[in-house]
């Protein structure tokens, strides 16, 4: 390995790959081409990242029908993980509270360059290699952002976390009024209710977005899977255990935690390469 030039490949084609592929532009992409982001619904940036075609719009963040506060946020939270919530969740509120803005994200990211589009096969911590089909591919660093319990298998690495999580069913609605909206993005999160989260974006006289919910959805509705994923001690220690062998998860399905956020994978990131370069 050369310390100013060491091979680092990125495996997955996600949000994730984006965000990691602008930081280390000289990576290797490799992976199965993920379907455009716009399938699952409207997601907003909290700032801009390079790694997105996006547009800046008011935010409104509503629990339960009042607008988000730090009380409605903590009860809100504790609905959904019980009483030890903060052991399942990034401490830092996802939450906006008061008026803000957000980067709405359009259409799709912008396009990866992928050397190898594929599925890995097999990975080989001690060799620092791995395959897609017949082919192998070395590396000095490994940023991983598939989902972590595939990646441990594709290490033959048996654990007794049981990968808690449940898929997200997306449903999406259109409509039409006769009054004018001032363009905005609305997002009601729910914690007695059949659809937990409903975002909408305001666009003049019309209104689309998505509505969703835990669990399986019938044919032609989008079903985003991992989904919902929890957080635990022994997933941290995979995470640790691979680190230490130059095998770096980044984002929310990499590192199984779903208070992960985009521009936390950018922060992460920018981190990393510090380490890297030894910056």
């Given at each position: 390995m050369s310390a100013n030039n060491p091979k680092i490949i990125i495996l997955g084609c996600g949000a994730s790959a984006s965000i990691v592929s602008h930081v280390f532009p000289n990576a290797i992409i490799v992976g199965k081409v993920a379907p455009p982001l716009y399938n699952f619904g409207l997601h907003y940036l909290h700032r801009p990242l390079d790694a997105f075609n996006y547009v800046k719009v008011k935010i409104d963040t509503v629990i339960d029908y009042m607008k988000a506060n730090e009380e409605n946020i903590k009860a809100y939270k504790k609905s959904?993980?019980?009483?030890?919530?903060?052991?399942?969740?990034?401490?830092?509120?996802?939450?906006?509270?008061?008026?803000?803005?957000?980067w709405l994200i359009k259409g799709n990211?912008?396009?990866?360059?992928?050397?190898?589009?594929?599925?890995?096969?097999?990975?080989?911590?001690?060799?620092?290699?791995?395959?897609?089909?017949?082919?192998?591919?070395y590396y000095d660093f490994l940023i991983n952002t598939i989902p972590l319990n595939t990646f441990l298998k594709l290490c033959d690495i048996?654990?007794?976390?049981?990968?808690k999580c449940a898929p997200i069913c997306i449903h999406q609605r259109t409509s039409i009024s006769n009054y004018t909206e001032e363009t905005h993005l609305r997002v009601d999160y729910f914690s007695n209710y059949e659809f937990y989260r409903s975002t909408i974006l305001y666009e003049g006289n019309k209104s689309y977005g998505t509505m969703e919910h835990?669990?399986?959805?019938?044919?032609?509705?989008?079903?985003?899977?991992?989904?919902?994923?929890?957080?635990?001690?022994?997933?941290?220690?995979?995470?640790?255990?691979?680190?230490?062998?130059?095998?770096?998860?980044?984002?929310?399905?990499?590192q199984w935690d779903s208070s992960i956020l985009l521009h936390d994978v950018y922060?992460?990131?920018?981190?990393?390469?510090?380490?890297?370069?030894?910056?």
């Open positions: 959904i993980y019980g009483d030890n919530w903060e052991a399942h969740v990034n401490k830092k509120s996802q939450f906006p509270v008061g008026e803000h803005y957000g990211r912008k396009p990866l360059e992928v050397a190898r589009n594929g599925l890995v096969t097999k990975v080989n911590l001690k060799e620092k290699l791995f395959m897609i089909g017949e082919d192998k591919f048996e654990t007794k976390e049981d990968f835990i669990g399986d959805c019938l044919d032609g509705v989008a079903t985003l899977r991992p989904g919902k994923t929890i957080n635990s001690g022994a997933i941290q220690y995979e995470l640790s255990s691979l680190y230490i062998k130059n095998v770096i998860c980044i984002g929310r399905y990499a922060d992460r990131t920018k981190i990393l390469k510090d380490i890297i370069y030894g910056l």
